[in-house]
């Protein structure tokens, strides 16, 4: 038995459900819905559809991450206990939480001098990131010492491929992560942009393309030019969405019929509601091993 525990932001988009099974523990981040604020806790203060349908029908939205002293607090009782603690953040590249878990890393190894706290930065997000943090549960499983679990996540993950594309841009335009104009002309050409993560942890757009069939079948393409030994690919594949599962599913049926190897079936979650107040509605997410992104 592993005598630390493996952690995680709410932000890898598993269902409480996922985790609980893994028995990988999280810290919910916070985001705010017109004038009330929740924490990101999977589905419990307020349901995904629900979220979603807000947003629809204009509802504006506002995130944050957890503080170094929310991270204290979080990290405290496991190391009171006794245990080691191995945890994964968000992205450096879309949020600054890598940098508060090892600020509150650093004043509890004062505090705790015979435990150790490792945090790692993913690099990824959504369900990539808790793509991720699965492989990390299989390792602490077959029976990894947390510096053998160190050195293999560092190792290995920028091989977790990241793609998506969203069938709408106003939430792009409305986040700044597309100027006005440019999403404007793109909606009105029905274009939906397919992007992935970079080898800094940043969403960017790879290309733009005219149509939702041509996103689904160019995503799947993707996959089978970048997945570990293409179309024979065994790994596992992992998707999510945001109230669009029809889209998402369209997309897994592809992938299943295309690679028969797979390791069960395309597992599909929601995005939740931190990631899916920067996406909105009509997103969908692919995650699998593949080359290493370097670029």
Known sequence: MANYIISCCSTA??????????????????????????????????????????????????????????????????LEAGNDIFHVTLSSGISGAYNSACIAGDMLSEEFPDRKIYIIDSLAASSGFGFLMDAIADKRDEGLSIDELKDWTMDNLLYV???????????????????????????????????????????????KIRSKRKVIKAMVDKMEQLARDGLEYNGKCFMSNSACYEDARAVAELIESRFPNLDGKVEIFDIGTVIGSHTGPGTVTLFFWGDKREE
Not at 21 to 50: A, Q, V, W
Not at 51 to 77: I, L, V
Not at 176 to 193: E, F, Q
């Open 13 to 78: 988009d598993l269902s409480k459900e996922y985790f609980e099974k893994r028995d990988i523990h999280y810290l919910c981040f916070h985001f705010m819905l017109d004038t009330e604020t929740y924490p990101d806790d999977l589905g419990l203060s307020i349901d995904i559809n629900d979220f979603y349908k807000k947003m629809a029908d204009g509802s504006m939205t506002k995130t944050s991450q957890p503080n170094a002293e929310e991270y204290s607090d979080y990290f405290r009782p496991f």
């Open 161 to 207: 491929n990241h793609w998506f594309f969203s069938t709408t841009l106003t939430y792009f335009i409305r986040g700044g992560r597309i100027s006005k104009t440019a999403g404007t002309v793109g909606n009105m050409l029905n274009i939906c942009p397919l992007m992935t993560v970079d080898h800094e942890g940043k969403l960017v757009v790879k290309e």
